[in-house]
């Protein structure tokens, strides 16, 4: 039980379907992440949320669209995507943005995602 | 631009033999470092991480590593290998614009273990 917790766990998509990933973290955190997993490649940070605010956008492609209604939620929606979007998306938590010490992201189990 | 290499794409080794996964890093200040695991169909778990002090650090499940900031390298090491351990071994380095910035994280593309009985 690593506190944060992704739905679905699989998911395969049309190009033309639209669709939502859902991450809520129990852990008290204030910063929120979305990461891409391909295989073969290292994770690629997509968006970073500080108290549900915005604060990088890794020049992801605007058919994916995120959402962070509150410290807790974390959503990735989805439309018009291509094969090549398939991957393992996972979120993660930390504490908060810029905490002198250090920062430790906690991940979620991910969503593999398929598109066909 | 900050990096980190991890050579070993696929390491095998028996149950009960030593093991060291090796990373290098490019980073120009302090760097902050970890390792994550991940086992099949699941998520990143932090295994160990150095942020200062003491460069051989001890983590969770038996695993340690080392800061060689001479060589540029966090290597992970286990004295006897349990096949429990087969899993993907990611180093990652913490990069920011401040010096104690490690909200942004910096992936190898991860060394796979596979262990044999």
């Known amino acids: 039980e690593t506190g944060v917790t992704q739905t679905p766990r699989h998911l395969v998509m049309g190009m033309t379907n639209k669709k939502s990933l859902k991450c809520e973290q129990h852990?008290?955190?204030?910063?929120m992440y979305w990461y891409k997993q391909s295989a073969k490649k290292p994770l690629e940070l997509m968006f970073v949320?500080?108290?549900?605010?915005?604060?990088e956008n890794n020049s992801v492609p605007s058919r994916f669209s995120p959402e962070c209604p509150n410290s807790s939620h974390l959503f990735l929606h989805l439309h018009t995507l291509q094969p090549e979007d398939s991957a393992l998306y996972l979120c993660?938590?930390?504490?908060?943005?810029?905490?002198?010490?250090?920062?430790?992201?906690?991940f979620g189990a991910g969503t593999r995602l398929s598109v066909l | 631009a900050q990096s980190v290499t991890q050579p070993d794409i696929h390491i095998t080794v028996s149950e009960g033999a030593s093991l060291e996964l090796r990373c290098n890093y490019s980073?120009?200040?302090?760097?902050?470092l970890f390792w994550y695991v991940q086992s099949p169909g699941q998520g990143l778990q932090l295994l160990l991480k150095?942020?200062?002090?003491?460069?051989l650090v001890q983590g969770i499940k038996g695993f340690e590593a080392e800061f060689k900031r001479s060589q540029s390298s966090f290597n992970l090491r286990k004295p006897s290998v349990h096949w429990s351990d087969a899993a993907e071994y990611f180093c990652?380095?913490?990069?920011?614009?401040?010096?104690?910035?490690?909200?942004?994280?910096?992936f190898g593309t991860g060394t796979r273990l596979q262990v044999f009985p």
């Open positions: 949320y500080s108290l549900e605010e915005r604060v």
């Open positions: 990652a380095v913490g990069a920011g614009e401040r010096s104690y910035n490690t909200d942004k994280l910096i």
């Open positions: 852990l008290g955190h204030n910063a």
């Open positions: 150095y942020f200062s002090g003491d460069t």
């Open positions: 993660a938590s930390s504490q908060g943005l810029g905490r002198e010490g250090g920062n430790i992201q906690y």
């Open positions: 980073y120009g200040a302090t760097p902050y």
